[in-house]
Structure formats: structure tokens, C-alpha cells
């Protein structure tokens, strides 16, 4: 770049890396496959799990897209776009962050086939908007109402969601559960049905079985009370809710007090008892019989606590103390001098209750009926873990379900009529185009054919039976995993919320011919940028080798 035949401007920095035309984009898809390789042996109930091992040594084990995806530390630029396709999926539907991902990969893949051949990537761009228009809107045809307060429906999105984690085997009592929490918080507001999956508490605990797990009408502490002699059980309980700490403020800066006679030291320890003694009393005065702290709570102050009868648990988390508020209609106040009746909550029976090797504080019959919690048990961490993954997917599924109404047909059924109707709805758009409608049918196919394959199916015969049977009008035949051959999922219960599959697609195209669009790449130094020669070693850092 010369200007006027002189001095050379330089735009970049030293240290830039720039690729430009071709070499970007067969870079950036490079990247965006490498990732979706990385989960697609994980799609499916008989999928495989991964395990993520972090810079501490900490072991993850997982079947989840978007928590693989989380942990491992990606650095090329357009692969950290995947990541971000994983994180919107999760976000609007708390499932199918795998397809979405693998359904990226594959778009990027086909589209680098047509570019080879020479069509232009406005041109690619265009066709897979029209395709994925045309995919919503079979979707949207395919899709079923469900009946209102329809539980066996949501209870099969929900074994759905969760046949690919390791809660597998108990998916029937979770199934349960989460239907049963989530039809509880949902609400009508006008004609709309909401669920705010935020009136679901979920807590975990190690010890105990799977069959273990059950939902409670209120809010589940990790604590137990701090004072034996306090009561276990508390019926019609007045809480308070507090933000400061029941102790004498220690001085902030370093006092020293000079005691010249015991005398001396015995009134001031009277002064600091009887302090504490004055905040117990104003607690006692408002009604509380049961107090929440946020802080801590001095000995001295337990004791005399314990004297009035009062149930309390110190360092209660901040969320807890928010979830608590909401579900008992207690304030949470910072300054007991202001304590009074009308900042207490009310709940039906406070107790505490030993649960495996701990104490946990149950907080039942509250006054908002919305709030309800899980109480996840299962044998070690990492299943109690894997078990929480498990029922967030459900929990969201079915929350989909119930404000959307509307379902469609899993185990590739939905992608393969999807494909079906591209093929058809190519020719009639015509020109170059029409070669990247195509190429949105074979990719969106991945979908059935990665299920057969992670089941250990031959994937081309698996394709040639779905085809002729979608062919034959059967619009809901899909890979059925467990028996190895095409069934009607509807019929097998493989059902997902409508809205997955809708956003699975949308995310999936729209990133796609975002990364197609690009054809320079910048990068400053340090920037992960996009050398050149392919795909950097270092493009999926954090990965240990092997993993794949
Ligand atoms: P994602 O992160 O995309 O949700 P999953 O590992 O949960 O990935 O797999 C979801 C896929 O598995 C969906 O296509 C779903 O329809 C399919 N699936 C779930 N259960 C079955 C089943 N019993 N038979 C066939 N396919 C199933
Ligand atoms: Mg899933």
C-alpha cells in the first residue's frame, strides 16, 4: 500500500496476523468443525460421555453439549463463535445444544464443498436463509398440539430430554418430579401460560440413591440449626430474614481496651453479652420465631436465642436469602433496629431433618405456593452432578412445552421430513441457490444419521430406511436406538418441544453464514487469530489430548 509513491501506510500493528479470501474461510470452517467433531460422539441416548479434566485436576464427567463446551477452553476465533451457538440454545431452550453445534459443523462442511466449487458464499448465504425458512415452516407443520394439563405428554418430553445423561435409568421418578415442579410454578398471565424456572430451588445431596430424589412445597437449606438446644421443628413459623451479623461489631481500628482490675473485665464482658442479649430481645419483640442470618451469629447470641425458643441458621447464602423472601414474603433487613412484625415471612413448618450424613433445614407450606424445590440425591458427586445437568435440560423442556404447546417428533424424525421438503422446494427456487438448499438437506440429516451411528447402527442403511419411510408418508419415523431399526416416534414417546428444534435451526443458520461471511481475519497479537496452514494445534486449547 503505497501512498503518492512514498512512505508505506501502515495500517496494522506489528504482530497482526491477517488471512484473507479462501484461506480464511476454509480456516474458519476448519475450526467450527473441529468443534462440532468434538461433541458429536456424545448426541443421542447412546451417546458417549466425555471426560473434562481442568488446569486444577477436577474431573467433569458429562453428555452435555453446552457443558462440554463450557469447560474446554477454546481459542480460534470462529470455533468460539460454536461455542457462543451452544450457549444461545441453552439459553432460549436449555436443550439440544448438541444438535444445534453438530448442525453448525455440518452446514460450515457442505458449505466448504460449494465454495470449492466456485459459488460465492452471498450465494451460499442466501440459499440456507430460504432453507432455514423453509425448514421453520414444515416444523411448524409437523408440530402437534399439546392438551392442556396433558402430564404423560410432558413427562415423555421430559424422559426425552433426559435419555442421553446418565440419569437414564431413573428417568421415570425424575420425569415425576419434574413435571410435578414445573406445572406447579406455572402460571396464567392473560391468556399466556409462564413458568419462571427461578421458583424452582434445586439442591443437591451426596449419599443415597438416585430413587432418592423428591420435590418439596418450599425452600431446602444446607444448614442446620446452630444451637442443639434450639428447636428441631417449628410449626407456624414468623422468619426473619437478616443481613447483618449477630455479633458485636469488632472495632475498625485496632483498639486496645486497658483493664486494670477484674472488676473492670467482668463489665465488659456484661456489656458485650448484654448487647447481644438487647439484639435478641428486639428479634423476639417483632414475634420471629425463627431467624435466617446472612452473617454470622456469636455464641453468646445462640444461646440466648436458643432460651427464646428461636430456630436459627447463620451464613445462609445470598441466593437463598432472595429465594427465601420471595417464597415467605419475608424483607430481608440489614438493621435489626428496624426489625418489625411486618418484615416477617410466614411458612407452614420449619425443621430440620438429617439427610445422608448432613443437616438440612426444610422450609415448608410458605406462603407463595410457587416456590417448590428438588432435592437431588444420588451416590457420588459426579453423579449428583450429571444428575443436575440432567434435570436442568428436563426442567426446561418441559417448561417449553408447557408455555409453547406444541411438540414435534425426536430421533431425527422432525430433521428428516425437514430434508424431504428442502429437496423438494430446491428446484422450484432454481439457480445457484437451489445447490445450497441442497446442501441444507444433506447437512440437516446428520441429525439421524449421527444417532444411528452413536448406536452402533449402520448410518447408510439407517438413511436409505428413514428416507423411504418418510417417502411413504410416515412423517414421524425416526431412529429408533434401542430396537435398531425406523419406528414412529410419536409412538415410542420421543418427543420434543417444538420450540428446540425451531431453535436449533435458527441458531445453527444464523451462525453458519455468519463465519461464511467472513473472508479477512484480523487478529492482533495474541489474539488467537487464524494463522495460516490450517488449523492451529492450539485451536481447542484446554483439551487434553486423546479426548476426542
Ligand atoms: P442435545 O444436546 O442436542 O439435546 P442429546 O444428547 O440430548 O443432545 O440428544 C438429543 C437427540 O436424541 C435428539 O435428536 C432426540 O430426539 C434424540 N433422542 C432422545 N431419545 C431418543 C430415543 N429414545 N430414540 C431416538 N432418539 C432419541
Ligand atoms: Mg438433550
Known amino acids: 500500500m503505497m501512498a503518492g509513491g512514498q512512505q508505506p501506510i501502515i495500517v496494522l500493528k506489528e504482530g497482526t496476523k491477517r488471512e484473507k479470501g479462501k484461506g480464511a474461510q476454509s480456516n474458519n470452517i476448519m475450526a467450527a468443525r473441529a468443534i462440532s467433531d468434538a461433541v458429536k460422539s456424545t448426541l443421542g441416548p447412546k451417546g458417549m460421555d466425555k471426560m473434562l479434566v481442568d488446569g486444577m485436576g477436577d474431573v467433569v464427567v458429562t453428555n452435555d453439549g453446552a457443558t462440554i463446551l463450557k469447560e474446554i477452553d477454546v ?90 445423561k446418565s440419569a437414564s435409568a431413573e428417568k421415570d421418578i425424575l ?119 446472612q452473617k454470622g451469629i456469636d455464641d453468646i447470641a445462640q444461646h440466648y436465642l436458643a432460651k427464646e425458643g428461636i430456630f436459627a441458621v447463620r451464613r445462609a447464602k445470598k441466593s437463598d436469602m432472595e429465594k427465601l423472601s420471595k417464597a415467605t414474603g419475608a424483607k430481608v433487613i440489614a438493621n435489626l433496629d428496624g426489625l418489625t412484625n411486618k418484615d416477617l415471612g410466614t411458612a407452614g413448618q420449619i425443621e430440620e431433618q438429617k439427610i445422608g450424613e448432613d443437616k438440612m433445614t426444610f422450609i415448608t407450606g410458605c406462603k407463595n405456593p410457587k416456590a417448590v424445590s428438588i432435592l437431588i440425591r444420588g451416590t457420588t458427586e459426579h453423579v449428583v452432578d450429571e444428575l443436575e445437568r440432567g434435570l436442568h435440560d428436563a426442567l426446561s423442556v418441559v417448561k417449553v412445552a408447557i408455555e409453547d404447546g406444541k411438540m414435534t417428533a425426536g430421533g431425527g424424525a422432525a430433521a428428516t421430513a425437514i430434508a424431504m421438503a428442502l429437496r423438494d422446494y430446491a428446484p422450484t427456487v432454481g439457480g445457484r441457490e437451489q445447490m445450497a438448499i441442497e446442501a441444507f438437506a444433506n447437512a440437516i440429516e446428520i441429525i439421524p444419521k449421527t444417532l ?30 434401542i430396537a435398531g431399526k425406523v419406528d414412529d416416534m410419536f409412538k415410542h414417546n420421543v418427543i420434543e418441544p417444538l420450540r428446540v428444534s425451531r431453535q436449533e435451526i435458527e441458531a445453527s443458520s444464523e451462525a453458519a453464514t455468519m463465519i461464511l461471511r467472513i473472508d479477512d481475519i484480523i487478529a492482533s497479537k495474541g489474539g488467537g487469530g487464524a494463522p495460516a496452514g490450517g488449523m492451529p494445534p492450539g485451536a481447542m486449547g484446554g483439551m487434553p489430548p486423546g479426548m476426542m
Open 452 to 481: 444411528s451411528e452413536n448406536a452402533g447402527l449402520d448410518p447408510i442403511d439407517m438413511m436409505l430406511e428413514i428416507r423411504s419411510a418418510h417417502k411413504k408418508g410416515k412423517k414421524y419415523a425416526g431412529i429408533n436406538v
Open 75 to 164: 481459542e480460534h476465533p470462529s470455533a468460539k463463535m460454536i461455542v457462543e451457538v451452544a450457549k444461545s440454545q441453552d439459553e432460549e431452550c436449555g436443550d439440544g445444544t448438541t444438535s444445534a453445534v453438530v448442525l453448525t459443523g455440518e452446514l460450515l462442511k457442505y458449505a466448504g464443498e460449494l465454495l470449492e466449487q466456485n459459488i460465492h458464499p452471498t450465494v451460499i448465504c442466501g440459499g440456507y436463509k430460504l432453507a432455514s425458512q423453509k425448514a421453520i415452516e414444515t416444523l411448524d407443520k409437523l408440530a402437534i398440539n399439546i392438551k392442556q394439563g396433558d402430564k404423560k405428554t410432558l413427562r415423555n418430553i421430559a424422559m426425552t430430554s433426559m435419555a442421553s
Open 175 to 293: 420425569a415425576d418430579v419434574v413435571v410435578e415442579a414445573v406445572t406447579k410454578v406455572a402460571e396464567k398471565v392473560g391468556k399466556k401460560t409462564l413458568v419462571d424456572l427461578d421458583n424452582i430451588q434445586i439442591q443437591k445431596k451426596q449419599g443415597g440413591g438416585i430413587q432418592n430424589t423428591e420435590i418439596i412445597d418450599g425452600i431446602i437449606l444446607d444448614k442446620e440449626r446452630v444451637h442443639e438446644g434450639m428447636p428441631k421443628n417449628v410449626k407456624n413459623a414468623k422468619i426473619a430474614l437478616i443481613n447483618a451479623a449477630l455479633e458485636v461489631k469488632k472495632t475498625e481500628v485496632d483498639a486496645r481496651i486497658q483493664i486494670q482490675d477484674p472488676t473492670q473485665l467482668q463489665a465488659f464482658l456484661d456489656e458485650e453479652e448484654g448487647m447481644l442479649k438487647k439484639m435478641v430481645a428486639k428479634i423476639k419483640k417483632s414475634g420471629a420465631n425463627v431467624v435466617i442470618c
